[in-house]
């Protein structure tokens, strides 16, 4: 087996342990690989081995790769957005998780009405209310989320967030709580277009406390792809 292999197999054991420690089904814990600066072969390295959820954090380089590819890969657009960006990829993308912004909300909708399609997203939330991160602050998000459900071309998944970069992950156990506990704020508003069934948190170093949190998405780029040049 090459190496992909070995660490795609080697994670997925790992989040299967992590949901049977937390009485989950592993079948509801889906793995992004962060494919960001890696070549085409390498990506399909990975598609071979029967994987299709890849994660891109720049607009320019998912646009590169999308005609590249096979087409039954899902993109997930995982990075900063930013507005005038947003045509370039609503009709290529299976999720954005970085929807940070009320205005970003509003740009995707428009264009998604100009193309005719509907664009699954996830809102930012800034949960540790780190300044160097993007995301909405938890009392910015509820009182705007009635005008982002009220958007057409928009279906909101669920929510999430960048843990800040701790020695140990259970340092960062708090900000997966929160954003599980605020998902679960909002389903009480049942609020059309408005599905929290997704989470989006845990990277290659703190996953596995994302699952047992309540991730169903995880971000993993270095762990299967090895280090970024």
Not at 3 to 12: E, G
Not at 69 to 83: A, C, F, N
Not at 153 to 162: A, E, S
Request: charged fraction near 30%; glycine fraction near 4%.
């Amino acid at each position: 087996m090459n190496t992909i292999a070995l660490n795609l197999q080697d994670i997925n054991e790992e989040i299967k342990k992590c949901c049977d420690k937390v009485k989950r089904d592993p079948a509801e814990v889906k793995l992004i690989a962060v494919s960001k600066f890696k070549p085409v072969e390498v990506i399909e390295d990975a598609y071979k081995l029967g994987h299709r959820n890849f994660g891109e954090n720049r607009v320019q380089e998912l646009v590169d790769k999308v005609p590249a590819l096979p087409h039954d890969i899902k993109w997930h657009l995982i990075g900063t957005l930013q507005r005038n960006k947003v045509k370039y990829i609503v009709d290529s993308v299976e999720l954005i998780h970085s929807v940070h912004s009320l205005a970003l909300a509003r740009e995707i909708s428009k264009q998604a009405k100009k193309k005719n399609v509907d664009v699954n997203i996830l809102l930012q939330v800034n949960i540790a209310e780190e300044e160097s991160k993007h995301g909405f602050q938890e009392d910015q998000l509820l009182p705007e989320l009635k005008e982002i459900a009220s958007l057409e071309g928009i279906k909101v998944k669920g929510l999430m967030t960048m843990a800040p970069i701790a020695d140990d992950p259970e340092k960062v156990r708090p900000v997966f709580r929160g954003l599980r506990l605020l998902a679960e704020k909002i389903k009480e508003f049942n609020y059309p277009n408005v599905d929290m069934k997704e989470l989006s948190m845990g990277m290659s170093d703190d996953f596995k406390v994302a699952i047992e949190e309540g991730a169903t998405y995880v971000r993993i780029g270095s762990r299967i792809f090895g280090p970024r040049n």
